[in-house]
């Protein structure tokens, strides 16, 4: 593959992905405004489209042509900078996301992500922390005590539960031995004695699939852990202050986040896009990524499903949580697997 | 000349960030052009084949250590620095002195070490054999960084502890 | 290493373990814990040592178990090891089983004083360092042992520290052995520099091939001589006795284990351990053979006068120490042993009756405070019968064998001479004389002390009682135990002993001397009948002695108790200087003492510490602060200025390091 | 193609900013991050150097220094906080008490 060949390439595969993902993030709103409506027995948006499925167009030209007000005594620089590194950092991580296997178009064999780095996993890992920039400098140039303690509070949760949930993929990485996410999905083809699917979840790693399920939850501030943004007691935390456009920055951010983390979930405990193959050779292409999208689908449902039924933790439970059980639960987690391995 | 494009490009970045470092009066802007250092440095990195590292580098430095830093900034609402009249004689030797020195060091490094050029990706920082070194041929090592990093911790914790907390602490303990 | 290791190790270890948990923990634990703690592991190793008779016939001797390497400098090598032959078999039985059984009586003794835990772990301590020395297979781990005794007893003596007498007795005690041990180290460095090792079994064979010294002082005489200093300061004998009498401020149990059975032994042990050393020195044997002898005549005379009933013991154990160097001195290395291990009996027992002596009389030791306690005090009274007639030398007892066989090869051996059984037998008679003295004025007559003194010195737990007391049964039962081997410890006779131990004295002289020649067997012959009647002469001459003595002292102090004052008096200025033991003490603070404080003080002091080397000192300090002044101004405080000087050292290195590259 | 000096004069120039950074700057924090400057430029020219000497142990080196870095960033930033307790400032120029 020659150099223009593979820049237009990936040019393609980054516009595609990145409309993919803005309409996900857009009706990932909409499915939590829904969801959450009948959880609490209301039926959420309804007036704009069928079901309201025109929602997220309207919110979007809302937030388009409303005043963006920029309040005084922020610090300007970063006050316009840190959305813009939030929802930077959210959508960044997505590219080294496969999302099914490579399809032969032509004489090319594409791979169906951007690019596919051999430490993978660490990008990810690395991208969202950075993700952390937005919110901090957000609360702290906003020059608002809300905002402020919303920016404090989520550095310090996100920094505490980064460990808990990489200590959790190691597990994994000791069972496919590798950082590329690729290699990791295709070491969880095939089945335990022909039903149970080998993926990760059923591989000894239940425990670290649900400290990574936790630990995500407090790196993407959502319930019960969006003490960062808690309405009671801090407004709206890091974007007390934002409005129109950049305050929809930060909701994309957040969205695009939970997306990231619903992926990576999938990919590293839930055998990615692994599922039953059927049907003519086309429909034999398109399963994978149909079978990656449902896995995805079904964590965000669990997304929502959790904001809508349990209560926000207090500030300091939630430290104590991480460091003094999740972290030591993710680190004899690791141990045992590490020794169960060596011994197998 | 792609390679040599690209190491340009993000040492350029490195530098200005470096400068910028030194230019600006506010606290929160140095740190924030350390982390487009500890970037661009990574790409650096990743042009050696250095991938592993450069990982680690984004996540350790601009992930963690950073933010630390920001953190700090934030929570003791750093303000711009003042202007003293600390040492004008660091200023007037300093400058010209440092000049000179980079200079001279430079020349030396180039007119040392000749034209032998680094292929990129000539060493492969593969993760697995990195592993290999760290947790074979420099166990030892490895484990010691341990015990640093938990001394560390430990003195991070009493030295930031309120006062009227340690004391309490030792009252109980 | 044996394929059936006996662990000898382990026999000084558990000692050192019971002191270790005595030492650490003790203070926390109840008195009846700590005498369990010090008994079972001293009992362990006594144990231990049992263990080792009963494989002892089966063992290629001598036996020797290397625990570690020590230290290695060269060719020279000392390893923690540890040697058993019939030598350091009968001190390991004598050291364990005296050791245990005054473990034993401690406990009742101790039982009332503070420091309970203190003295058992003192006392277990000893006993490691004891055993170290006993056992130890080349001269720098005796070495150890040897110091660690001298602490152990230094310890002890001092162990009612508050007291002012105890503390300095202490310190004179450490100070004397400290001037045997400077000759004992030369010794030693002397044998690492001429046979490159320490270990006894290279030493021995390098120093067997040595040609006799017979003229002249050679190597060997310099490292006997060197070698009887460490032992004349260990064992007490002239010029270094001083100490052991003051070392009777330790509690009795200690003076008993320390100041008479065991550790004061030491010496005798060290140089029958190098017997082949003073084989090939004659001169230095004589020298042995002569300050044994006086020692023995010496102390006998000063302990007629004492009046102190553990001062008298603590002389008699000098005068018996010397009868052991004259048994060396004349060759018979066995002999000397026999007495060691027949007077660690009846002179253990004897410190221990006195212990339960002064015990009953509430801590009185003025025998002239004492008197007609043989109905108070039975069980004490027949112990202490038992062990003086033991050391007064009559038979069948312990004391009548071995010193009775000292006597006669002192006359008989090539080495000796008539002077020195002339000699021994006339101290024979005084040491008769004076432990009966004491006898007598102990238990017979009337009680002369006060008759409440008792109360008020001794505490609530016998008020009950009365005044005196018999002892408890834990003190009570070591002491029949000693009576029974004192009487019955030489039984096994002096030419039996010697056939066991003198394998361990390979290369004998004396067998090597009345080997028979196969045409010297008719001569041999008729030469032993002779012996054998001079035997029986030598032995009736010194029971005679002895029965001499105890007439005297029936005469003098049961008969006729006035008459011993008017002796005195009519003996004046004599009388005088025996009872202030020859004004040794005082001799020696004129002329060593005083020099040695005057000339630290007025030079070493005054001159060098103060003048040299503190000026020396000051003056540095004077001028570091003068320059200190002028360059303290760099130090501003400001962080980056001490930044920058940092830059400039790091530039100026870098720029050193082109400058090098450079060239 | 790229000579080894070459990353060699630019971890050089990221040294040099960060010992002038030492020097003039005076918010404590910001010392600190230049210390951190240094260190970097330190890690590129070992990563440089194990390329050219194809020796990955230069890598692992740089592994190191970052533990160190981060250790030493937990406690300096805590001594920090603990001097803005006490002294209420961050300017090292006021904090200078270290003299006689």
Same mark, same amino acid.
């Given at each position: 593959m020659s150099i223009p060949i593979f820049i237009a390439a990936s040019l393609i595969k980054i516009v595609i992905t990145i409309v993919i993902l803005l309409t996900a993030v857009a009706y990932s709103v909409w499915l939590e405004r829904k969801v959450v409506g009948h959880i609490q027995n209301r039926w959420g948006p309804t007036r704009v489209g069928p079901f309201g499925l025109l929602q997220p167009l309207a919110d979007g030209v809302k937030f388009l042509v409303k005043e963006d007000l920029t309040p005084p005594h922020v610090y300007k620089p970063l006050y316009i900078a840190a959305p813009m590194i939030a929802v930077t950092f959210a959508l960044t991580s997505i590219a080294v996301v496969p999302i099914g296997n490579p399809v032969t178009i032509g004489s090319y064999a594409v791979p169906l992500q951007i690019t596919d780095l051999n430490v993978g996993l660490l990008v990810i890992l690395g991208v969202t922390s950075l993700g952390v920039y937005g919110v901090a400098l957000s609360g702290w140039s906003s020059n608002s005590k809300y905002s402020l303690l919303g920016g404090l509070r989520a550095s310090a949760q996100m920094v505490s539960y980064e460990i808990a949930l990489g200590l959790s993929l190691i597990g994994v990485l000791i069972a496919a031995g590798s950082f590329s996410l690729r290699e990791i999905v295709d070491a969880q083809g095939g089945h335990f004695w022909g039903i149970i699917p080998r993926w990760n979840i059923f591989h000894g790693q239940i425990i670290a699939f649900f400290i990574y399920l936790t630990a995500a939850y407090a790196e993407t501030n959502r319930i019960p852990f969006d003490l960062p943004e808690a309405e009671t007691e801090l407004v709206a935390g890091y974007h007390t202050e934002y409005s129109a456009m950049k305050f929809a920055m930060f909701f994309m951010a957040e969205y695009a986040n939970m997306i990231t983390v619903a992926c990576l979930a999938t990919l590293l405990f839930l055998g990615g896009w692994h599922g039953p193959l059927f049907g003519p050779p086309i429909l034999q292409a398109l399963l994978p990524v149909f079978w990656f999208g449902v896995k995805v689908f079904v964590f965000m449902f669990i997304y929502i499903w959790v904001r809508g039924t349990l209560p926000r933790f207090r500030y300091d439970q939630l430290m104590a949580f991480g460091w003094k059980f999740l972290l030591p639960l993710a680190i004899a987690n690791l141990v045992i697997t590490a020794a169960v391995t060596v011994a197998w | 000349m792609l390679h040599l494009i690209l190491f340009t490009g993000f040492g350029l970045v490195c530098v200005a960030g470096a400068v910028n470092l030194l230019v600006q009066r506010h606290p929160i802007n140095s740190a924030l052009s350390l982390v487009v250092v500890m970037g661009a440095l990574a790409a650096e990195y990743l042009l050696l084949g250095a991938e592993f590292v450069a990982a680690v580098q984004v996540i350790v430095y601009a992930g963690a250590v950073m933010v630390l830093f920001v953190f700090v900034i934030m929570l003791l609402n750093a303000g711009e620095e003042e202007r003293t009249q600390g040492s004008r004689v660091a200023l007037l030797l300093g400058v010209p002195g440092l000049v000179v020195g980079s200079l001279l060091i430079a020349w030396v490094l180039i007119h040392r070490s000749g034209t032998e050029a680094v292929r990129v990706g000539a060493l492969p920082g593969y993760p697995k054999a990195i592993a290999q070194l760290l947790f074979h041929d420099f166990l030892l090592p490895f484990e010691v960084t341990s015990i640093l990093v938990l001394i560390a911790i430990m003195g991070a914790v009493v030295l930031a502890a309120k006062p009227s907390q340690v004391q309490q602490g030792k009252k109980e303990g | 290493m044996t394929p059936n290791p006996l662990h000898l190790w382990l026999i000084p270890v558990l000692p050192l373990i019971g002191a270790a948990i005595n030492g650490l923990f003790g203070k926390r634990f109840s008195r009846r814990a700590v005498a369990a703690v010090a008994l079972s592991f001293c009992g362990a190793a006594f144990v231990m040592a049992l263990w080792v008779v009963s494989r002892f016939s089966s063992l290629s001797l001598p036996h020797t178990e290397t625990l570690a390497t020590w230290l290695r400098a060269g060719s020279f090598q000392a390893d923690f090891a540890f040697y058993l032959d019939q030598l350091s078999l009968v001190m390991l039985l004598v050291v364990t089983g005296v050791g245990f059984l005054i473990h034993i009586y401690s406990v009742g003794y101790m039982w009332e004083e503070g420091g309970f835990y203190r003295f058992f772990s003192y006392l277990n301590l000893f006993m490691f360092f004891m055993l170290t020395l006993v056992l130890a297979n080349n001269y720098l781990l005796m070495f150890i042992g040897w110091e660690g005794v001298g602490l152990a007893s230094y310890l002890l003596i001092g162990f009612w520290f508050t007291k002012d007498s105890a503390a300095s007795a202490g310190k004179k005690a450490f100070i004397v052995n400290r001037i045997g041990d400077f000759g004992f180290l030369i010794g030693l460095f002397l044998l690492i520099k001429h046979f490159g090792s320490l270990n006894f079994e290279q030493v021995f064979q390098v120093a067997a091939q040595q040609p006799v010294e017979t003229a002249g002082v050679g190597l060997l005489t310099t490292i006997g001589l060197l070698l009887m200093v460490g032992a004349a300061g260990k064992s007490a004998q002239i010029p270094l006795y001083v100490w052991l009498p003051d070392a009777m401020e330790g509690p009795t149990p200690v003076s008993a284990l320390i100041h008479a059975a065991t550790m004061v032994t030491a010496g005798v042990y060290m140089v029958a351990r190098s017997h082949v050393i003073f084989e090939h020195a004659p001169t230095a044997m004589m020298v042995v053979a002569i300050v044994g002898t006086l020692t023995a005549l010496f102390s006998a005379t000063i302990g007629m006068a004492q009046t102190d009933i553990k001062k008298v013991l603590a002389y008699s154990t000098v005068s018996q120490l010397g009868y052991m160097f004259m048994a060396c001195g004349v060759g018979a290395f066995s002999m000397g042993i026999f007495h060691l291990m027949t007077h660690a009996f009846f002179k253990g027992l004897l410190f221990l009756a006195a212990g339960s002596v002064i015990h009953a009389v509430g801590g009185e030791q003025d025998m002239r405070k004492m008197g007609g306690l043989r109905t108070r005090i039975p069980w004490t009274f027949w112990t202490m019968t038992a062990a003086t007639f033991a050391i007064a030398g009559f038979p069948p007892l312990a004391g009548f064998y071995s010193k009775d066989a000292i006597l006669f090869r002192a006359f008989v051996s090539p080495q000796g001479s008539w002077v020195y059984w002339a000699i021994g037998v006339f101290s024979a008679l005084l040491t008769s004389f004076y432990m009966f003295r004491q006898w007598f004025l102990t238990f017979f007559g009337e009680y002369r002390g006060e008759p409440n003194h008792a109360q008020d010195e001794h505490s609530s737990h016998h008020s009950g009682h009365g005044g005196i007391h018999e002892s408890p049964k834990v003190m009570l039962i070591p002491l029949v135990i000693l009576a029974v081997l004192s009487v019955i410890g030489g039984w096994v006779g002096a030419e039996r002993f010697n056939a066991f131990l003198s394998p /361990?004295?390979?290369?004998?002289?004396?067998?090597? @001397? #009345? %080997? *028979? /020649? *196969?045409?010297?067997? %008719? &001569?041999?012959? #008729?030469?032993? &009948?002779?012996?054998?009647? @001079?035997? @029986?002469g030598l032995t009736f001459v010194a029971v005679a002695a002895a029965a001499s003595g105890f007439f005297l002292a029936w005469l003098l102090y049961y008969r006729r108790p006035q008459l011993p004052q008017e002796i005195a008096r009519a003996l004046g200025r004599f009388y005088q200087a025996v009872a202030n033991k020859y004004y040794v003490d005082e001799l020696y603070a004129v002329l060593f003492v005083e020099p040695l404080v005057e000339g630290s003080k007025n030079i070493l002091w005054r001159g060098m510490d103060q003048k040299v080397i503190d000026g020396a000192l000051d003056g540095s300090a004077q001028g570091a602060r003068e320059v200190s002044d002028s360059v303290r101004r760099m130090q501003s405080g400001n962080l980056r200025s001490y930044a920058g000087w940092v830059a400039v050292g790091a530039a100026a290195v870098i720029a050193y390091m082109i400058w090098m590259g450079a060239r | 193609m790229i000579p080894l000096s070459y990353y060699l004069v630019l971890g050089g120039i990221l040294f040099a900013c960060g010992v002038a950074g030492f020097l003039i700057k005076r918010n404590i924090i910001t010392i600190f991050m230049s210390i951190e400057l240094m260190l970097n430029g330190v890690n590129l020219s070992f990563v440089a150097f194990a390329a050219h000497w194809h020796a990955l142990s230069g890598q692992v080196f740089v592994f190191f220094v970052m533990v160190v870095a981060a250790a030493e960033a937990a406690v300096g930033l805590a001594i920090i906080i603990a001097v803005y307790r006490t002294r209420e400032t961050l300017n090292v120029d006021q904090v200078n008490l270290l003299k006689l």
């Open positions: - | - | /361990g004295f390979h290369g004998h002289a004396i067998t090597k @001397l #009345v %080997a *028979p /020649g *196969p045409e010297e067997a %008719a &001569r041999m012959a #008729v030469e032993n &009948r002779a012996i054998e009647h @001079l035997e @029986l | -």
